[in-house]
């Protein structure tokens, strides 16, 4: 038994990449709802691994897990701390409840002959996203983004049946995607000619010695310009609301929930971990560039989400926006600063989870999402549009929320780095929040339903349910928060352990 | 000076490719140009890390029992697996580009973007109406 739960490092990964190809064979007798089984028992057992790989390293410290039984820095290295243990959580958490609430969804939005090729590239998605974050070696990284990549524009494509812009929205993710990956490759071959591996804690012992090598220099600015375009840091999103508009909506949940944070967990690895502040201009380029830029993409996403009639483009606009306070927690680079990130990526992942869950209910019952479709729509379908709202307030940060504790964790960091004048720009980007999620709350209960509309029940308890455990998640995290609290806390020190 | 380029002619071959792909992304407008320019992009980084591989005078890295010098095998491996990961990228473009091509029956992002404008328009007027 015990030599079975050695292995849960690869097969988190092995499974769902396994499973995929088998989710094919559902084809020959196009056994729609067996393929969505497989996808919902898949998803759950990554989850039951990452909640114990999660456990086994807040007992017992670092897991490092040879691929192959290969010594590392030769073989792959699978190593597993409290960061990434707790980003793979994010991940498989987010996809084992998103599965449940995806059955009717994906029945009304793909076309029936569709389904079970949608569910196997869900599986490759998945499994490119947990890969990415479990391994210790760096052109691994790069192989796994590039199949959560390849597999999400398959999935965003797959939106075309309700929206033909889903086709040019998963083009453009895909050009401005591959050129992003390019570059992070180009940046590992720069470090790969300088020291001769790819094993992540070999590369940063290595580079401590070549603070000066001027290719490693040059490998820096492209592995973190491919990252940023990755995860969509202002003037390099411009590929996602469109593609999270277009989306199906379990994809739109799946992605806005996850795929953009497994970008930032590996910006984290590569500017702490990694480079480690090994040469003097990492802090530089994190104050002078990536700081304004995250207050650039604050107040652009909020006040494009002011100005957006169509419900998921507006909290596509917000993600935009939210990327710009954990990005914020990074340029603090101090210990409570990149807990508030951490933290942020986590209580993120939640609070977007709900919204665009709600937002898929929605369309379920309306198909087409703008805020005149949702007139007066909050009598109608009273539980959606609660957990819409209770959603909305979470991202504003209203106290007893997640999106209380990383604002105030986030304000914290920043007061320890004396940056005062940040903090009324962060305040009055919460309040743009406000703005917007009175837009809809003002929409759905103040204004009268259109005449002519047919009356709107409520959705299924099968959506519902999902739904309001996030929602849940939401308050228990922000009320309890001592452990999530714990975890970022000692990931930030994991990560700034490696400063000189 | 010269010499420093002449030596280094590779490495300028490979910017000099990089650069052509990317400015093809970045300046056509036609959707299987892009994908030309990504494919000399990324064929660019291909060569990037083959060429990093090469030890003077190494013969290939093949066990014969002789010590020999031999070039570095691991580059070629890696770019076996970033190959792969580019003819996906290829196949799953030219297919999205066939599709957009069937729904707004053009393959210029400037007709294309028109008619998006017009759907938008066309919503817009339709609710308020």
């Known amino acids: 038994m015990t030599n079975w739960l050695h292995h849960i490092p690869i097969l988190i990964v092995a499974v769902p990449l396994i499973s995929a190809p088998i989710c094919v064979l559902f084809t020959f007798g196009a056994n729609r709802k067996a393929a969505w089984l497989w996808t919902l028992l898949v998803s759950w057992f990554a989850f039951l691994c990452a909640i114990y790989l999660l456990n086994h390293v807040l007992e017992n410290g670092e897991i490092s897990y040879h691929l192959g039984s290969w010594k590392p820095p030769l073989g792959i290295e699978y190593r597993i701390d409290l960061i990434n243990a707790f980003v793979l959580l994010i991940v498989s958490g987010i996809s084992a409840v998103a599965i449940p609430f995806g059955r009717l969804v994906v029945d009304r939005e793909i076309e029936p002959d569709r389904q079970i090729l949608f569910y196997t590239s869900y599986l490759l998605c998945l499994t490119g996203l947990l890969g990415v974050t479990i391994t210790g070696d760096a052109f691994n990284i790069f192989v796994f983004l590039e199949i959560s990549s390849l597999s999400s524009y398959v999935l965003i494509a797959m939106g075309v049946r309700s929206d033909r812009r889903a086709l040019t929205a998963a083009y453009n993710y895909l050009i401005l995607g591959t050129v992003g990956a390019t570059f992070f490759v180009i940046g590992l071959g720069f470090l790969y000619m300088v020291t001769g591996t790819l094993n992540i804690m070999d590369l940063s012992d290595r580079l401590m010695q070549l603070a000066d090598n001027k290719a490693v220099h040059a490998g820096y600015a492209f592995i973190i310009i491919g990252l940023a375009l990755k995860m969509a840091l202002f003037p390099m999103h411009v590929w996602l609301p469109n593609s999270y508009t277009y989306a199906p909506s379990l994809i739109s949940i799946f992605l806005a929930a996850t795929a953009t944070k497994v970008s930032i967990y590996v910006l984290l690895r590569f500017l702490f971990t990694v480079f480690g502040f090994s040469f003097d201009f990492i802090p530089l380029t994190l104050t002078f560039i990536f700081l304004p830029l995250a207050i650039i993409a604050i107040f652009f996403g909020s006040i494009g989400a002011i100005f957006q009639t169509n419900i998921k483009r507006l909290f596509a606009y917000s993600s935009v926006a939210q990327i710009g306070y954990i990005v914020i927690g990074i340029a603090l680079s101090n210990t409570i600063g990149l807990a508030a990130a951490v933290l942020h990526i986590f209580n993120h992942a939640l609070i977007k989870g709900a919204i665009f869950m709600a937002a898929g209910c929605l369309v379920y019952r309306v198909g087409k999402l703008t805020t005149d479709s949702i007139r007066g729509l909050g009598k109608e379908m009273p539980w959606t549009f609660s957990a819409l709202v209770l959603a909305g307030l979470s991202l504003i940060g209203i106290p007893t929320t997640v999106g209380f504790i990383s604002k105030w964790y986030l304000l914290l960091g920043i007061m320890e780095n004396g940056w005062w004048p940040l903090i009324p720009l962060i305040v009055i980007g919460s309040l743009l929040a406000v703005v917007y999620i009175w837009k809809i709350i003002e929409v759905a209960y103040f204004f009268p339903a259109p005449p002519d509309r047919a009356p709107v029940s409520e959705v299924p308890i099968e959506l519902l349910i999902p739904l309001w455990i996030l929602i849940g998640c939401n308050f228990y995290f922000g009320i309890q928060a001592d452990i999530t609290i714990g975890i970022a806390k000692e990931a930030a020190t994991i990560l700034l352990d490696n400063r000189p | ?129």
């Open chain 2, 1 to 129: 000076m010269l010499a420093a380029i002449l030596d280094h002619y590779n490495y300028w071959l490979i910017i000099f490719l990089m650069m052509i792909g990317l400015y093809i992304v970045v300046s056509r407008g036609n959707l299987i140009k892009k994908i030309v320019g990504l494919n000399i992009f990324q064929t660019s980084v291909f060569l990037l890390y083959i060429t990093i591989g090469k030890v003077n005078y190494g013969t290939a890295p093949i066990l014969t029992g002789q010590p020999e010098t031999f070039s570095n095998p691991l580059p070629h491996v890696l770019i076996l697996t970033a190959i792969v990961v580019g003819i996906a990228t290829t196949a799953l473009g030219l297919a999205l580009v066939v599709r957009i091509r069937e729904s707004y029956g053009s393959i210029e992002e400037e007709d294309i973007s028109v008619s998006e404008q017009f759907q938008a328009e066309s919503e817009v007027n339709k609710i308020s109406s």
